[in-house]
């Protein structure tokens, strides 16, 4: 198995992978996040929770149950006991690979650091000040804070971020329209866009672009579809598979 190749349409759109390389290999993982690497991506995408005792795991969901079928709520169970979980294997979703498990986000930064990757870092759900500060300071101390891109869901989130940190580069999720309602909750922040492909229209890319944002989308999988929304001039392609 591979990634799939796609045709840019001379457009330098910059890739991400998602969760590392999740066609490939376990989403969240330090074998995704290295396969990402050794490829020609120019992000690695990771979901970051707080753990009960107040360490930050590296996981998509809530509950591990869907990755590992053992019943724990993350956000309610100390990092130790996460990381004793062994998580299915991307083919077949059998446990036969001791070296999938839970991941830090500092064994995230380092495989981005290592192979020179920005780290496209997604806040999972709302965090206290104290905690977002905690994860960019985690990030600092690792050297890559110039070389991450902070994302999430909670515009919340990202006003905090963009209070603590008000030249990076962030990026408010969305399945909303790109329409000049979005934009209200965008400009004031300066926050660029990461939407979903479902909602993305060439019109809403030009509307962002007139206002001087950057649009990312995810997650395409499908190399026409690809290629059409290069056409259209988005920045960024967020993909499982694609390359």
């Known amino acids: 198995m591979n990634t799939i190749k796609f045709d840019k349409a001379d457009n330098p759109v910059k890739m991400v992978g998602h969760q590392g390389l999740y066609g490939l290999e376990t989403g969240n993982t ?12 120019w992000g690695i995408e990771c979901d970051i929770h707080v753990t009960a005792d107040g360490q930050f795991a590296v996981i998509h969901d809530d509950n591990t149950m869907g990755v590992s079928g053992e019943d724990f709520e993350v956000e309610k169970t100390d990092l130790a006991t996460l990381r004793s979980i062994t998580l299915f294997d991307r083919d077949g979703w059998q446990k036969t690979r001791e070296d999938l498990k839970i991941p830090t986000l500092r064994e995230y930064i380092r495989i981005c650091r290592k192979y020179e990757k920005y780290a496209v870092c997604e806040i999972k759900n ?3 000040p104290k905690n977002i500060a905690r994860a960019v300071n985690e990030v600092q101390d690792e050297g890559w804070l ?3 891109v902070f994302i999430s869901f909670s515009h919340h989130n990202m006003v905090e971020l963009r209070r603590l940190l008000p030249s990076a580069k962030l990026m408010y999720l969305t399945t909303e329209s790109p329409t000049e309602a979005l934009l209200e909750k965008l400009l004031p922040w300066h926050l660029d866009l990461d939407i979903a492909w479902t ?4 019109e809403g890319v030009e509307l962002m ?4 944002l950057e649009v990312n989308v995810w997650n395409v999988d499908d ?3 690809a290629t059409r ?3 259209w001039g988005v920045d960024y392609i967020t993909s499982n598979i694609l390359e």
């Open 30 to 41: 330090c074998a995704g996040f290295v396969a990402a690497g050794n490829r020609s991506y």
């Open 199 to 202: 909602v993305l229209t060439r």
């Open 146 to 148: 110039e070389k991450t």
């Open 223 to 225: 190399k026409e579809l």
């Open 229 to 231: 929304l290069c056409e």
């Open 209 to 212: 672009h007139k206002h001087g």
């Open 126 to 128: 709302p965090m206290t």
